[in-house]
């Protein structure tokens, strides 16, 4: 009875990774690694946090260009502007309308020229605008700098919590292997006579316990891992 609903659970784990992983749900998944092929990763000291991986660092740099950008256009405003313009037609002086096709009468006219504006005055607006602009680029930049020592704190509590849950997954471990090794001495001194059902039940649970444990502290090393590499910028999300 119970291999029956441990195949559901399987399948509704595989529908889980697929709706977290974006699959469609018709389609097949494979898992490439099993448990067995696991192995505990190594903390590199020397890796630091990379701002410039964090898509929201990257976002925010991008609005202060613009902002850069759109503080260059309001000064721009206070500068002088020259503007040529030229213009070129024909006029037709006849006092009969039968002779207005008669190139004779067309008479050509042009016009070109230069327009100097020179701002002198322009109001209080333009100032109050290229004001805003300088401010709202401060605050972009102190959202940069809390948002840099953000992700450094982020960093330093990731591959913290990594390291610890690296140490109890060794732990655990050993817990795991020496249960093994005791559920195997019980069970051969169970096939020589020298113990009951009862210590082969427990030690065997006992086992089982273990390694329950072990799974879910691979499932923690994994976990904390995924949320250094994320801090690091290493890893989109």
């Known amino acids: ?3 029956p609903i441990l195949n559901k659970l399987k399948e509704l784990a ?6 977290q992983i974006g699959m469609n749900m018709d389609e097949d998944l494979e898992v490439a690694q099993n448990i067995a092929d696991f192995k505990i990763p190594i903390v590199d000291d ?4 990379n ?5 929201e660092f990257v976002l925010l740099k991008q609005q202060k260009q613009l902002l850069e950008l759109d503080l260059l256009n309001q000064k721009a405003n206070y500068l002088p502007t020259l503007a040529g ?3 070129y037609g024909q006029t037709n002086q006849v006092s009969d309308f039968s002779d207005a096709f008669d190139k004779e009468w067309w008479f050509p ?4 020229g230069a327009r100097l504006s020179i701002p002198i005055f322009t109001g209080f607006q333009n100032r109050y605008k290229v004001q805003k602009s300088q ?3 401060q605050k972009t930049e102190n959202q940069l700098k809390t948002a840099e020592r953000s992700f450094s704190l982020q960093f330093n509590q990731a591959q913290i919590a990594l390291k610890n849950a690296i140490a109890t997954l060794e732990s655990k471990k050993s817990t795991m292997e020496l249960s093994e090794k005791v559920y ?6 169970y096939k020589n006579g020298t113990t009951d059902v009862l210590a082969v039940t427990s030690s065997y649970t006992d086992f089982r316990t273990a390694e329950t444990a072990y799974l879910e502290g691979v499932y923690d090393v994994v976990m904390a891992k995924l949320e250094l590499d994320i801090a690091s910028g290493k890893l989109k999300y």
């Open 135 to 137: 401010i709202s680029i």
């Open 46 to 49: 020397t890796q630091s946090s």
């Open 51 to 55: 701002p410039n991986g964090r898509i």
């Open 109 to 112: 006219t042009g016009v070109v």
């Open 1 to 3: 009875c119970a291999l």
């Open 184 to 189: 195997q001495s019980i069970v051969k001194k």
């Open 14 to 19: 595989y529908q889980l990774l697929k709706y």
């Open 85 to 87: 313009f030229a213009t």
